[in-house]
C-alpha cells in the first residue's frame, strides 16, 4: 500500500513560471514532510521540509504548503529555471525526530523550458 | 562531494558472485542508512544502523547483508542475487533529528 503518492510522473513548465508539485498521504500519523530534489547519477539532496504544525514553509524560491485536512502537500518553485529540472521526491515519517526514517513517493520528473 | 561517498559506482554481477558495496560518510552522523530505488518505484528504506547497532530491517531477504563496523562506513554485502535486484542502492546518512544525506548512490545490474 503506497502510503505517500506523487500522482504526476512528470512536468513541463516554462523558465520564469510557477511551478508546482503535489503530493498525497495516507498514514495520519505521518507529521514531518520533506522534499528532495535528485539530478540523474547523483543521490537526491534534501530541499525543504515542513512540520504539522505549519501550513507553510518558505525558502527562497521554494515553498512547501501542508493542507493537514486533506492529507496533501505540495512545492512551489517561483520563478522556475532551467536548473530546477530534476525529479523531486515527497517524503514523510512520523516525528520530526524520526524524519530519518521516512516513506518517499514515486517522484515527479519536473523540466523547465528555456 | 556530497560528504557520503560509495563505491563503486556501478556493478554488474552474476546471479551466483559475491560482491561488496562500501558507503563512507565525512560528516560526523551517528545514523547510515541503505535505501533501493527500483525504476518507476520509491525509494525503499532496506537498513538503518545507529551507533553501529541495526535498529531496522525492513524485511530484506537474507541475501542482502549488511555490516556497520563503525559509524563512518556501511557496507551491503550481495550474494547469490537475482535479476529483479538490479536497482539503484542508495547510502544515507544523519544525525537523530536531521534529514538524510545521500551518496550518489551504486547501479546494480545482476545478470
Known amino acids: 500500500d503506497q502510503q505517500v503518492k506523487q500522482n504526476s510522473p512528470s512536468l513541463s513548465v516554462q523558465e520564469g513560471r510557477i511551478s508546482i508539485l503535489n503530493c498525497d498521504y495516507t498514514n495520519s500519523m505521518f507529521d514531518y514532510f520533506l522534499w528532495y530534489k535528485k539530478y540523474p547519477a547523483e543521490g537526491p539532496t534534501f530541499l525543504i521540509s515542513i512540520s504539522s504544525i505549519k501550513d507553510k514553509n518558505e525558502d527562497g524560491r521554494f515553498t512547501v504548503f501542508l493542507n493537514k485536512s486533506a492529507k496533501h502537500l505540495s512545492l512551489h518553485i517561483v520563478p522556475s529555471q532551467p536548473g530546477d529540472s530534476a525529479v523531486y521526491f515527497c517524503?514523510?515519517?512520523?516525528?520530526?525526530?524520526?524524519?530519518?526514517?521516512?516513506?518517499f513517493g514515486e517522484g515527479t520528473q519536473l523540466t523547465v523550458n528555456p | 562531494e556530497t560528504g557520503v561517498t560509495q563505491t563503486p559506482r556501478h556493478l554488474v554481477m552474476g546471479m551466483t558472485n559475491k560482491k561488496s558495496l562500501k558507503c563512507e560518510q565525512h560528516l560526523g552522523h551517528n545514523a547510515m542508512y541503505w535505501y533501493k530505488q527500483s525504476a518507476k518505484k520509491p525509494l525503499e528504506l532496506m537498513f538503518v544502523?545507529?551507533?553501529?547497532?541495526?535498529?531496522e530491517n525492513n524485511s530484506v531477504p537474507s541475501r542482502f547483508s549488511p555490516e556497520c563496523p563503525n559509524s563512518s562506513h556501511l557496507f551491503l554485502h550481495l550474494h547469490t542475487l537475482q535479476p529483479e535486484d538490479s536497482a539503484l542502492y542508495l547510502c544515507?546518512?544523519?544525525?537523530?533529528?536531521?534529514?538524510?544525506?545521500f551518496g550518489n548512490g551504486t547501479r546494480l545490474t545482476v545478470t
Open positions: 544515507a546518512s544523519s544525525l537523530v533529528s536531521s534529514p538524510l544525506h
Open positions: 544502523y545507529n551507533f553501529k547497532e541495526q535498529t
Open positions: 517524503a514523510a515519517s512520523g516525528t520530526e525526530t524520526s524524519g530519518s526514517r521516512l516513506t
